[in-house]
């Protein structure tokens, strides 16, 4: 997996967004499932919502682990109900959270994503947004 990690532009009392995330891709074959894909994070903050896209209209669920400066694995989800889903679509998105059992990130928080299961697509990006906080 790929990982992009971007600042959004901040302006007139916006707060800043960034994104941490990863790309599955399969090479034109669906990704390899229990594939899992890490990024560290270097500022503090608040995930507020979660996207996930794919490059044909198919199923897949990802699920979302964070751990504080250690590698993470599955005892340490926090997607709770809500992970990031795709279910005959290409593009899907969640801003609510309720289920996740934390949202605040901490410099050198490392979050992994694990891909649980996809059908027809062979590239998916998911990413976390996440409100930042000095």
Wanted: hydrophobic residues 40%; aromatic residues 6%; glycine residues 10%.
């Amino acid at each position: 997996p790929s990982v992009p990690l971007y600042k959004a532009a901040s302006a007139g009392g916006i707060t800043p967004r960034r994104v941490v995330g990863v790309t599955f891709d399969g090479n034109g074959s669906p990704p390899t499932v229990g594939s899992v894909g890490y990024v560290v994070v270097p500022f503090n903050g608040t995930i507020d919502q979660w996207h996930i896209v794919a490059n044909a209209s198919g199923s897949t669920v990802v699920d979302v682990w964070k751990a504080a400066g250690v590698v993470p694995t599955d005892a340490n989800r926090i997607a709770g109900t809500e992970k990031p889903t795709l279910s005959a679509a290409q593009l899907s998105s969640d801003t609510s959270l309720s289920t996740w059992s934390t949202l605040a990130v901490a410099a050198g928080d490392v979050f992994g994503f694990e891909l649980e299961s996809v059908t027809t697509c062979t590239r998916v990006t998911v990413e976390v947004r996440i409100s930042e906080t000095t």
